[in-house]
């Protein structure tokens, strides 16, 4: 039974997302693609937060709540605004505000935020004028390659489209630069958890052809080419038909592995260790042979898309890189065919 303390509005968020994650859990377990739980999962978060935002709203005096409204926006980011959100991922928000925002912006923030934790979800936020949001991505790769993915929940639709495009443009501006923060920052992460490939217990998010090298993908073709989406990549002629199936076969293969992980946890887990791989492996019902044992099949499975991953990407990335005009015409003069 919840406790007699929360809100109505809250007791009503824990039940919708207790119901809601069995449900597709349960879809999950009968075998549903992995970006298809992904968007269910999504869509679920957005009709609990926006129950959540309308109650706080609500609780303000009218007239606050009149001028907050034409001010203010609700915007998921990261991988929550990707639509790609595991089932215990944190929830990554931001509440976009006017300057001229009213006195009821601080007491709607704390009265939302505070109802979000207290309906169990774990919570990345933050409050920010367009402006200032543009100028943390300049200095923060990671707060440029979250503020890329993002997208409106509910408030201001033409504030949400002012700070896209401000947002667009900033980075466009500073395109070199940034291509070179959010590829070092990768690289970095990479030496913390894995360079190869080859790991006897990978991180599926954060080692060498996991998940973060496809959303490296994304960020990298949205600052060079302002697009992240691989189908749209292959449709400018950025990314090659057969990269760009190899890319969406190997995130449907990870994501749906993530899933497995986080349900059968019941928390977040992204480190596929030797005990997941042996039950996994049994689940998904690799044979072995006299040769070779089920859960190294299931690795070898493992290991070809991660593989495949690191390839597309380390390529996608080194074309994308903006020449100098010393290096471009030197690649012009020299790459003349000579008869």
Same mark, same amino acid.
């Given at each position: 039974?919840?406790?007699?303390?929360?809100?109505?509005?809250?007791?009503?968020?824990?039940?919708?997302?207790?119901?809601?994650?069995?449900?597709?859990?349960?879809?999950?377990?009968?075998?549903?693609?992995?970006?298809?739980?992904?968007?269910?999962?999504?869509?679920?978060?957005?009709?609990?937060?926006?129950?959540?935002?309308?109650?706080?709203?609500?609780?303000?005096?009218?007239?606050?709540?009149?001028?907050?409204?034409?001010?203010?926006?609700?915007?998921?980011?990261?991988?929550?605004?990707?639509?790609?959100?595991? +089932?215990?991922?944190?929830?990554?928000?931001?509440?976009?505000?006017?300057?001229?925002?009213?006195?009821?912006?601080?007491?709607?923030?704390?009265?939302?935020?505070?109802?979000?934790?207290?309906?169990?979800?774990?919570?990345?936020?933050?409050?920010?004028?367009?402006?200032?949001?543009?100028?943390?991505?300049?200095?923060?790769?990671?707060?440029?390659?979250?503020?890329?993915?993002?997208?409106?929940?509910?408030?201001?639709?033409?504030?949400?489209?002012?700070?896209?495009?401000?947002?667009?443009?900033?980075?466009?501006?500073?395109?070199?630069?940034?291509?070179?923060?959010?590829?070092?920052?990768?690289?970095?992460?990479?030496?913390?958890?894995?360079?190869?490939?080859?790991?006897?217990?990978?991180?599926?998010?954060?080692?060498?052809?996991?998940?973060?090298?496809?959303?490296?993908?994304?960020?990298?073709?949205?600052?060079?080419?302002?697009?992240?989406?691989?189908?749209?990549?292959?449709?400018?002629?950025?990314?090659?038909?057969?990269?760009?199936?190899?890319?969406?076969?190997?995130?449907?293969?990870?994501?749906?592995?993530?899933?497995?992980?986080?349900?059968?946890?019941?928390? +977040?887990?992204?480190?596929?260790?030797?005990?997941?791989?042996?039950?996994?492996?049994?689940?998904?019902?690799?044979?072995?042979?006299?040769?070779?044992? +089920?859960?190294?099949?299931?690795?070898?499975?493992?290991?070809?898309?991660?593989?495949?991953?690191?390839?597309?990407?380390?390529?996608?990335?080194?074309?994308?890189?903006?020449?100098?005009?010393?290096?471009?015409?030197?690649?012009?003069?020299?790459?003349?065919?000579?008869?």
């Amino acid at each position: 039974m919840y406790g007699l303390t929360f809100r109505e509005s809250v007791r009503s968020a824990r039940e919708a997302l207790e119901r809601g994650r069995a449900s597709i859990c349960a879809q999950h377990k009968q075998g549903s693609p992995g970006i298809q739980v992904c968007e269910r999962l999504t869509t679920l978060l957005d009709e609990v937060l926006s129950a959540l935002w309308s109650a706080a709203v609500e609780e303000l005096p009218s007239a606050e709540a009149s001028d907050l409204g034409a001010s203010i926006a609700l915007v998921a980011h990261g991988g929550y605004g990707r639509r790609d959100v595991a +089932p215990f991922s944190d929830v990554d928000l931001m509440i976009l505000h006017r300057p001229e925002a009213g006195p009821g912006l601080e007491a709607l923030a704390k009265r939302f935020l505070r109802d979000v934790f207290d309906a169990g979800l774990m919570l990345g936020q933050s409050v920010r004028v367009p402006k200032e949001a543009c100028q943390l991505a300049l200095q923060d790769a990671s707060i440029a390659t979250t503020l890329m993915e993002s997208r409106l929940l509910t408030g201001d639709a033409s504030l949400f489209q002012e700070f896209t495009e401000s947002f667009r443009r900033t980075m466009r501006r500073r395109e070199r630069q940034l291509i070179s923060a959010i590829d070092q920052a990768r690289r970095d992460e990479r030496s913390q958890f894995g360079e190869t490939v080859y790991l006897l217990e990978p991180n599926i998010k954060r080692s060498r052809g996991g998940l973060r090298d496809i959303q490296l993908l994304r960020w990298i073709g949205f600052a060079r080419y302002g697009v992240a989406d691989p189908d749209e990549l292959q449709l400018r002629g950025h990314l090659r038909h057969a990269d760009e199936l190899r890319i969406r076969q190997a995130l449907e293969y990870l994501l749906r592995l993530r899933n497995e992980l986080h349900f059968h946890a019941g928390k +977040p887990n992204d480190v596929l260790d030797r005990s997941e791989q042996i039950r996994i492996a049994t689940l998904s019902g690799f044979p072995g042979t006299e040769s070779i044992l +089920p859960v190294e099949q299931f690795m070898r499975e493992y290991f070809r898309h991660t593989t495949g991953v690191r390839s597309v990407v380390s390529e996608f990335v080194a074309n994308a890189r903006p020449q100098s005009v010393v290096t471009s015409a030197l690649g012009a003069f020299f790459g003349q065919a000579i008869e």
